[in-house]
């Protein structure tokens, strides 16, 4: 029997869609998601899903013994910015001690390689764009900063071992496979936020400052289609398997504004999304947008639904068959 790939988090939204890639590509696929966040529904009915925690040892030991794991994808996390400031403690046990027991049983059972789940907020507020990945990495919030304190520990334990790894820095995450969407609770995002005054349950959308110095004055972000991103863990775990490690950052390579979101939002559902404009929310750079081309060249990835109103059109329709999200 082929060994498998143990995916963290693999309930959630990014995680949900890999997984189901993965299983599409014929891999033997195993998740280990607490479902806080994820939805059981979100996983195919022949990946074994066990519920618990990266964190739990003796969990995850077992596991990577029963299920003849060889490499690990490490999803699970907390992931929202505003909480993270409120309550740090819970971010960096659930981000960094957790993660650090994982690489533990990984070791104790011989599993030596790890695709990990990074982010933008490692940068924090940009010098230049775009970004590549030998910018500066100062977070300005407490998520970003646990994000790259597990990098730093696979950078040192890898240089200290035979441990592979590639992180996979995300910019902003958009889009939905036919069977897997975004259903977050609560939710912060502005596509979903979007579309959910589209279906008319939300009143009115708030944006968040209109004085950034851009050029309609709202914030630019570089979406990258949910689909692309789960390919780009397929290729990491291609690159571990030919000796390769890295960090390496996911993006389009081109920004959208606030509103230029909006006016797809409004085009691709063919409604009008009520707005106001608010105040900037903290810790907002005025623009992030990602160079992508270390992922070009060293992994071979490459976006394949770059146009953002794809990306709509796709959650659009996920959210269509699932009014209600995964609970329907
Ligand atoms: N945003 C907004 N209104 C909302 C939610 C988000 O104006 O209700 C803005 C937010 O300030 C940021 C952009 O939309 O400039 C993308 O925010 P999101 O939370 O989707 O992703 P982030 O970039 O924070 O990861």
Same mark, same amino acid.
């Given at each position: 029997?082929? =060994?498998?790939?143990?995916?963290?988090?693999?309930?959630?939204?990014?995680?949900?869609?890999?997984?189901?890639?993965?299983?599409?590509?014929?891999?033997?696929?195993?998740?280990? /998601?607490?479902? =806080?966040?994820?939805?059981?529904? *979100?996983?195919?009915?022949?990946?074994?899903?066990?519920?618990g925690?990266?964190?739990?040892?003796?969990?995850?030991?077992?596991?990577?013994?029963?299920?003849?794991? /060889?490499?690990?994808?490490?999803?699970? *996390?907390?992931?929202?910015?505003?909480?993270?400031?409120?309550?740090p403690?819970?971010?960096?046990?659930?981000?960094?001690?957790?993660?650090?027991?994982?690489?533990?049983?990984?070791e104790?059972?011989?599993?030596?390689?790890?695709?990990?789940?990074?982010?933008?907020?490692?940068?924090?507020?940009?010098?230049?764009?775009?970004?590549?990945?030998?910018?500066?990495?100062?977070?300005?919030?407490?998520?970003?900063?646990?994000?790259?304190?597990?990098?730093?520990?696979?950078?040192?334990?890898?240089?200290?071992?035979?441990?592979?790894?590639?992180?996979?820095?995300?910019?902003?995450?958009?889009g *939905?496979?036919?069977?897997?969407?975004?259903?977050?609770?609560?939710?912060?995002?502005?596509?979903?936020?979007?579309?959910k005054?589209?279906?008319?349950?939300?009143?009115?959308?708030?944006?968040?400052?209109?004085?950034y110095?851009?050029?309609?004055?709202?914030?630019?972000?570089?979406?990258?289609?949910?689909?692309?991103?789960?390919?780009?863990?397929?290729? *990491?775990?291609?690159?571990?398997?030919?000796?390769?490690?890295?960090?390496?950052?996911?993006?389009?390579?081109?920004?959208?504004?606030?509103?230029?979101?909006?006016?797809?939002?409004?085009?691709?559902?063919?409604?009008?999304?009520?707005?106001?404009m608010?105040?900037?929310?903290?810790?907002?750079?005025?623009?992030?947008?990602? =160079?992508?081309?270390?992922?070009?060249?060293?992994?071979?990835?490459?976006?394949?639904?770059?146009e953002?109103?794809?990306?709509?059109?796709?959650?659009? =329709?996920w959210?269509? /068959?699932?009014?209600?999200?995964?609970?329907?």
């Amino acid at each position: 029997m082929p =060994s498998s790939v143990l995916v963290t988090g693999g309930a959630g939204y990014i995680g949900s869609v890999t997984v189901e890639l993965l299983a599409g590509s014929g891999r033997r696929v195993v998740v280990l /998601d607490d479902l =806080s966040k994820g939805h059981r529904e *979100a996983i195919p009915a022949d990946v074994p899903l066990v519920v618990g925690s990266a964190g739990d040892s003796e969990l995850v030991s077992t596991l990577l013994r029963e299920h003849e794991v /060889d490499s690990v994808i490490h999803f699970a *996390a907390k992931s929202l910015v505003g909480e993270s400031m409120e309550k740090p403690g819970d971010y960096y046990e659930a981000n960094v001690v957790h993660g650090a027991r994982l690489l533990e049983a990984m070791e104790a059972a011989g599993v030596r390689k790890i695709v990990f789940s990074s982010s933008a907020g490692v940068y924090g507020e940009p010098e230049s764009v775009p970004i590549g990945e030998t910018h500066r990495t100062e977070p300005v919030n407490v998520y970003g900063d646990t994000k790259l304190a597990f990098e730093k520990i696979l950078r040192w334990r890898a240089g200290a071992s035979d441990l592979g790894f590639v992180s996979l820095r995300y910019f902003n995450a958009a889009g *939905a496979t036919e069977r897997c969407g975004e259903d977050h609770d609560p939710e912060t995002h502005l596509i979903p936020i979007a579309l959910k005054v589209a279906q008319g349950k939300l009143p009115k959308l708030t944006v968040f400052g209109d004085d950034y110095e851009t050029p309609d004055g709202t914030c630019i972000r570089d979406y990258i289609d949910v689909r692309d991103l789960a390919n780009a863990h397929i290729l *990491a775990l291609d690159a571990l398997d030919s000796g390769r490690s890295g960090v390496y950052n996911l993006g389009n390579g081109e920004g959208w504004s606030v509103l230029n979101v909006i006016d797809t939002v409004e085009r691709v559902t063919g409604k009008t999304l009520p707005r106001e404009m608010g105040e900037r929310r903290e810790g907002d750079p005025a623009k992030l947008v990602a =160079s992508s081309a270390l992922a070009e060249s060293e992994l071979g990835w490459k976006a394949t639904h770059p146009e953002l109103a794809d990306m709509v059109e796709a959650a659009w =329709s996920w959210l269509v /068959d699932h009014p209600e999200g995964y609970a329907a």
